[in-house]
Nanobody
Framework: QVQLVESGGGLVQAGGSLRLSCAASGGTFSSYAMAWFRQAPGKEREFVAA????????YYTDSVKGRFTISRTNSKNMVTLKMNSLNPEDTAVYYC?????????????????WGQGTQVTVSS
């Protein structure tokens, strides 16, 4: 059983940056693909980014390519999401998720482990 705890959310002005972190415990972190999803009020949860177990492959939804960077440190059981050039459309609760699916998928249902989420609010 994997437990995930996100941190790093907050309020930022448009054009600003934030770094989200997700700390994992209770499992073999290096065996899991990790992903970030987000959910805005009244909208479905959507895929943001994913990274393979080794960190060698990364995947992004089109709207964040070139602005967000996902990375992981297996020795620290940590995955991060660096978000630059934020805009109000990025406002959402951001969730960290873990899956043993190879390669990583953008389908929320394929991720059995989820964190509690962290709020990101971008003001215009």
């Amino acid at each position: 059983q994997v437990q995930l705890v996100e941190s790093g959310g907050g309020l930022v002005q448009a054009g600003g940056s934030l770094r989200l972190s997700c700390a994992a415990s209770g499992g073999t972190f290096s065996s899991y693909a990790m992903a970030w999803f987000r959910q805005a009020p009244g909208k479905e949860r959507e895929f943001v980014a994913a990274i393979s177990w080794s960190g060698g492959s990364t995947y992004y939804t089109d709207s964040v390519k070139g602005r967000f960077t996902i990375s992981r440190t297996n020795s620290k059981n940590m995955v991060t999401l660096k978000m630059n050039s934020l805009n109000p459309e990025d406002t959402a609760v951001y969730y960290c998720a873990a899956s043993s699916t190879i390669p990583p998928t953008a389908t929320p249902g394929r991720y059995p482990y989820w964190g509690q989420g962290t709020q990101v609010t971008v003001s215009s």
